[in-house]
């Protein structure tokens, strides 16, 4: 795990992770319904430089992915901030199963003549990477929604791609506790918290995390300027939910082992 408690047990840490160490604070993350904080320590207006809530989130969520995280308004809205680093007339590469909101956005921006897209089937390794030589924007699902396929994706990860290419994973079905995109040579790896990182079906949320300074700049300034934030109910809901992910996790996979198996 990419976490800096090394140490620990991820469950620990996750426990842990994005709490503050400074005596007489609180305990947990506190939920801060703040738009405005007074001048003098570095942050003044939440849309431009977040509120405490959402940077213990983005804490938690880096140290799983292993590099910096960004927490957006939705999943959707994480995935519409990479299709913002696009320039017109782009290639945008889609696995041909992917999340229908992701197909419909990519669909509706090359109706406009924003990109143009192709798909193809996430098992056809050697034609991602081949693609990755040509596209702008290498978009992998992998296990997928819906129908779970997986991708080769420490293969294509490493392809040779295009200068100022973007390859993005959605890594919400896997969890960062089961597969480091980053890792595999990722430029972003993307959660829709929606799912198994808020864990109750009680809040819409997403991040995309990276370890490319560029293009996180790039990346939070698209939420900037969309104002696709967190509420800081979500972010706090969030925080609370991810903390106990393993446990979470690690059950759903032994019910779904015991369904196939029977």
């Excluded at 956005?105 to 996430?122: E, F, I, K, P, S």
Aim: glycine share 10%.
């Amino acid at each position: 795990m990419s976490h800096d408690a090394d140490s620990l047990q991820t469950d620990s840490w996750l426990i842990a992770a994005g709490r503050t160490d400074s005596a007489g604070a609180p305990l947990n993350v506190p939920l801060i319904a703040a738009s405005n904080f007074l001048i003098g320590a570095g942050r003044q207006y939440a849309r431009n430089e977040g509120t405490p809530t959402w940077e213990a989130l983005e804490a938690i969520i880096g140290g799983l992915e292993g590099g910096q995280a960004i927490s957006f308004a939705s999943g959707m809205a994480a995935v519409a901030a990479v299709f913002d680093q696009l320039p017109v007339g782009a290639l945008v590469v889609l696995p041909d199963d992917v999340y229908q909101g992701v197909a419909t956005l990519a669909n509706d921006g090359a109706n406009r003549g924003r990109w143009q897209v192709t798909r193809l089937a996430a098992i056809d390794t050697a034609r991602w990477v081949e693609a990755a030589g040509q596209a702008d924007l290498i978009w992998l699902e992998s296990p997928s929604n819906p129908l779970l396929t997986v991708a080769d994706l420490e293969v294509i990860c490493q392809a040779p791609r295009k200068a100022g290419a973007i390859l993005a994973v959605d890594n919400t079905f896997a969890t960062p506790l089961n597969q480091q995109p980053l890792a595999l040579g990722a430029d972003v790896s993307m959660q829709s918290a929606t799912k198994f990182i808020g864990g109750h079906s009680d809040l819409l949320c997403g991040s995309l995390s990276t370890t490319n300074e560029a293009l996180y700049q790039g990346l939070r300034h698209s939420r900037e300027l969309n104002g696709a934030t967190p509420g800081a109910l979500e972010a706090f809901l969030a925080v609370r939910g991810v903390r106990t992910l393993a446990l979470r996790l690690a059950k759903a996979q032994n019910n779904a082992m015991a369904l196939a198996e029977r």
